[in-house]
């Protein structure tokens, strides 16, 4: 029955989202279809899973509510009046008339990031001697590395990565097309993944990828400029490639990791496809249990008083504050609870109320509802790359929010942080240009 129910609302939140946005990819269709699909699969109970307390249920009625909330206050209080936004420092339009310099962000960040990838192998490598010791050692490399006993591996430049993924991105919605451009940065953090024996940055760059084309193309529909006509052949292909390199990694990951596909819990229908490569049962948990996570997490309600205001959301923050003995160091990995299985993950909401409180189930997004109507209004009509870099890493948190608050990864900040300065660097360099 709530799954009905689920469905009911998702179509009309859809139409909602669409009339305001003008558009189907929107943040509030993309909150939908996220909690649609968290909750849906959950209530499937192929695990038996726990029921949904009345705590849960109302913790994440208000953060939907809040979010949508945001989207309004904007949309109605602008909606009889002209926008005054202030003047795009920097807009696609001069980025395309510079294509080298596309390419040239696109293979410098990108080779940042892949020489930290190989840098990070060459570190397993001279640890475990072969490859086929590094694989058969995932599990070992696993704990290592959430125990952060994995010496010598440079921090983060990785993730340039992901500015390298924000220009491709942006490249191949303006070209059409798939390239060595457009799979390059991808490969370079997948690498770094398999070498950490992980999944996250690899999802993070897959919906970086797709979030970033489809907004540019939005934008050349908005504004009626024409561009190279849809190559099929290519995209079908490249997009094929893409997400054979995705699915693959992931499915990688978790085998050589020896992740538990057999749980006393299943139901028959789950135990049926234990045996699968890519459909497993694992699978189903990683995208159903965290909702089961925040149910718990609000019952046992000893958390709260443990975190350090804005710990989660700012781990990153707060590991550097701990560097220089400014306060304690913060854990990298929630606690986990049995649901009944254990897991670990609770959704941003889970996060944001061991942090803020009920408030900031409140505030937190509304604030990500309101900042992302206005960033998309502004790229919209401006084709602003400042804003575009912004609204991105705010739809990433609507992305993850099924799992974590995003922003606890350093990756985020480092992504957002380095592709403003870059974006400022052009920008500088236009006016020069011009004067």
Not at 117 to 137: A, F, G, K, P, V
Not at 256 to 282: D, H, Q, W, Y
């Given at each position: 029955m709530s799954i009905i129910i689920l469905l009911i609302l998702n179509f009309f939140f859809f139409q909602i989202g669409k009339k305001i946005f003008e558009y189907w990819f929107n943040p509030i269709t993309i909150y939908v279809?996220?909690?649609?699909?968290?909750?849906?699969?959950?209530?499937?109970?192929?695990?038996?899973?726990?029921?949904?307390?009345?705590?849960?249920?109302?913790?994440?009625?208000?953060?939907?509510?809040?979010?949508?909330?945001g989207i309004f206050i904007f949309y109605y209080a602008s909606r009889d009046k002209e926008v005054s936004f202030r003047t795009s420092k920097i807009g696609i339009k001069e980025l395309f008339e510079n294509p080298?310099?596309?390419?040239?962000?696109?293979?410098?960040?990108?080779?940042?990031?892949?020489?930290?990838?190989?840098?990070?192998?060459?570190?397993?490598?001279?640890?475990?001697?072969?490859l086929t010791n590094i694989l058969l050692s995932a599990a070992e490399i696993y704990k290592k590395r959430v125990d952060g006993e994995i010496k010598g591996v440079i921090p983060y430049t990785w993730a340039f990565?992901?500015?390298?993924?924000?220009?491709?991105?942006?490249?191949?919605?303006?070209?059409?097309?798939?390239?060595?451009?457009?799979?390059?940065?991808?490969?370079?953090?997948?690498?770094?993944?398999?070498?950490m024996i992980a999944r996250s940055n690899i999802l993070f760059a897959f919906l970086e990828f797709i979030t970033v084309f489809f907004l540019v193309r939005l934008y050349f529909n908005k504004n009626h400029i024409l561009v190279r006509k849809f190559d099929r052949k290519n995209l079908l292909i490249g997009g094929f490639l893409l997400i054979f390199l995705v699915i693959g990694s992931a499915t990688l990951v978790r085998s050589v990791k020896g992740t538990v596909e057999s749980f006393k819990a299943s139901t028959n229908t789950l135990s049926k496809i234990r045996g699968g490569i890519v459909i497993t049962p694992s699978l189903y948990l990683y995208l159903s249990a965290h909702v089961g996570v925040l149910n718990k997490y609000l019952l046992v309600n000893e958390e709260q008083d443990e975190t350090m205001f804005?710990?989660?959301?700012?781990?990153?923050?707060?590991?550097?504050?701990?560097?220089?003995?400014?306060?304690?160091?913060?854990t990298s990995y929630q606690r986990g609870y049995y649901i009944p299985m254990w897991t670990n993950t609770g959704t941003y909401?889970?996060?944001?109320?061991?942090?803020?409180?009920?408030?900031?189930?409140?505030?937190?997004?509304?604030?990500?509802?309101?900042?992302?109507?206005?960033?998309?209004?502004?790229?919209?009509?401006?084709?602003?790359?400042?804003?575009?870099?912004?609204?991105?890493?705010?739809?990433?948190?609507?992305?993850f929010s099924f799992l974590v608050m995003i922003t606890r990864q350093g990756a985020w900040f480092i992504s957002i942080i380095v592709t403003s300065v870059l974006l400022s660097f052009i920008s500088g360099y236009f006016k020069k240009k011009e004067s």
């Amino acid at each position: 029955m709530s799954i009905i129910i689920l469905l009911i609302l998702n179509f009309f939140f859809f139409q909602i989202g669409k009339k305001i946005f003008e558009y189907w990819f929107n943040p509030i269709t993309i909150y939908v279809f996220v909690w649609t699909g968290l909750i849906s699969l959950y209530e499937l109970k192929l695990l038996k899973y726990y029921d949904l307390s009345i705590e849960a249920w109302f913790v994440i009625f208000l953060a939907f509510c809040s979010f949508v909330f945001g989207i309004f206050i904007f949309y109605y209080a602008s909606r009889d009046k002209e926008v005054s936004f202030r003047t795009s420092k920097i807009g696609i339009k001069e980025l395309f008339e510079n294509p080298r310099l596309i390419k040239f962000l696109i293979l410098s960040t990108g080779l940042i990031s892949l020489l930290s990838s190989l840098q990070n192998w060459y570190i397993l490598l001279q640890e475990y001697d072969t490859l086929t010791n590094i694989l058969l050692s995932a599990a070992e490399i696993y704990k290592k590395r959430v125990d952060g006993e994995i010496k010598g591996v440079i921090p983060y430049t990785w993730a340039f990565g992901f500015v390298s993924i924000f220009f491709s991105a942006i490249w191949s919605a303006k070209t059409n097309r798939f390239s060595l451009l457009t799979i390059f940065p991808i490969i370079a953090i997948i690498l770094k993944d398999l070498a950490m024996i992980a999944r996250s940055n690899i999802l993070f760059a897959f919906l970086e990828f797709i979030t970033v084309f489809f907004l540019v193309r939005l934008y050349f529909n908005k504004n009626h400029i024409l561009v190279r006509k849809f190559d099929r052949k290519n995209l079908l292909i490249g997009g094929f490639l893409l997400i054979f390199l995705v699915i693959g990694s992931a499915t990688l990951v978790r085998s050589v990791k020896g992740t538990v596909e057999s749980f006393k819990a299943s139901t028959n229908t789950l135990s049926k496809i234990r045996g699968g490569i890519v459909i497993t049962p694992s699978l189903y948990l990683y995208l159903s249990a965290h909702v089961g996570v925040l149910n718990k997490y609000l019952l046992v309600n000893e958390e709260q008083d443990e975190t350090m205001f804005g710990q989660n959301s700012f781990e990153s923050v707060y590991n550097i504050l701990s560097k220089f003995n400014l306060t304690k160091d913060p854990t990298s990995y929630q606690r986990g609870y049995y649901i009944p299985m254990w897991t670990n993950t609770g959704t941003y909401i889970r996060e944001i109320h061991a942090d803020f409180g009920i408030l900031g189930v409140t505030i937190v997004p509304f604030l990500l509802g309101l900042s992302s109507i206005y960033l998309w209004k502004k790229f919209l009509l401006l084709g602003d790359l400042f804003s575009l870099n912004l609204l991105i890493h705010i739809i990433l948190i609507i992305w993850f929010s099924f799992l974590v608050m995003i922003t606890r990864q350093g990756a985020w900040f480092i992504s957002i942080i380095v592709t403003s300065v870059l974006l400022s660097f052009i920008s500088g360099y236009f006016k020069k240009k011009e004067s």
